[in-house]
């Protein structure tokens, strides 16, 4: 079985400040991880993902996330945030490149000006 | 990337009715998903629509309330059955190609 929590049900940044979305997840066989995010009545987006290989990640949008196996977390970040970066945020889990994942409660990031 | 389509784009329906929901992608694919978004929280995977064979449900959900139909590579349809207001969602399709996820834009349903 699969689990994601993500930490912060909403997290308040003030614009050019570092943006951090926690996400731990729990998965009995080695995991891919998704960061997913969703614009107001709009679909999903791939962020980026990890699957195997190199820790850090980069995605789109200036981005990233690093896995850490010993805490089991995958946590978002970017290092100076945007007013375009306000949206809601999915952490996912997947025992597979991708489909039938098992998606966090989701983080809604509000900007500051 | 794989470029996905749904109809309707929202709907408003009375309780006891029916409503299907067609998704459509611009290539083939093995593997198309249906996800259920409630208002205020996360994507919750309703089944896996596999061509050529039934529906594969997750627990919680049946084929008598969410029927399936995968006629062919590019195409799926949800029907939401018998609809109360808790139904009230957005429903999505996803696919899995390019060893990545691809989401449609989601209908927005409302039941009074």
């Known amino acids: 079985a699969q689990s994601v929590t993500q930490l912060g049900s909403h997290v308040s940044v003030s614009e050019g400040a570092l943006v951090l979305l926690r996400c731990n997840y729990s998965?009995?066989?080695?995991?891919?991880l998704f960061w997913y995010v969703q614009y107001p009545n709009q679909g999903l987006q791939l962020l980026l993902k990890?699957?195997?290989?190199?820790?850090l990640v980069k995605g789109i949008n200036g981005f990233e996330a690093e896995f850490k196996k010993s805490e089991t977390s995958f946590h978002l970040t970017k290092p100076s945030a945007h007013m375009s970066d306000a949206a809601e945020y999915f952490c996912?889990?997947?025992?597979?490149?991708?489909?039938?994942?098992?998606f966090g409660d989701g983080t809604t990031l509000t900007v500051k000006p | 990337s794989a470029v996905i389509s749904q109809k309707p784009s929202r709907d408003i329906c009375q309780r006891g009715t029916s409503l299907t929901i067609q998704c459509q992608v611009d290539?083939?694919?093995?593997?198309m998903f249906w996800y259920r978004q409630q208002p205020g929280q996360s994507l919750t995977l309703i089944a896996t629509?596999?061509?050529?064979?039934?529906?594969?449900?997750e627990s919680g959900f049946v084929i008598d309330k969410f029927p399936i139909s995968r006629p062919n590579l590019t195409f799926s349809t949800l029907t939401v059955s018998n609809m109360s207001p808790e139904d009230s969602s957005i429903y999505l399709c996803?696919?899995?190609?390019?060893?990545?996820?691809?989401f449609g834009p989601g209908t927005r349903l409302t039941v009074l």
């Open positions: 290539s083939q694919v093995t593997m």
């Open positions: 629509a596999n061509q050529g064979s039934e529906a594969t449900y």
């Open positions: 996803s696919v899995d190609t390019y060893n990545e996820q691809f």
């Open positions: 990890y699957t195997t290989g190199a820790t």
């Open positions: 998965s009995s066989v080695p995991p891919y």
């Open positions: 996912a889990v997947s025992n597979t490149n991708a489909g039938k994942s098992t």
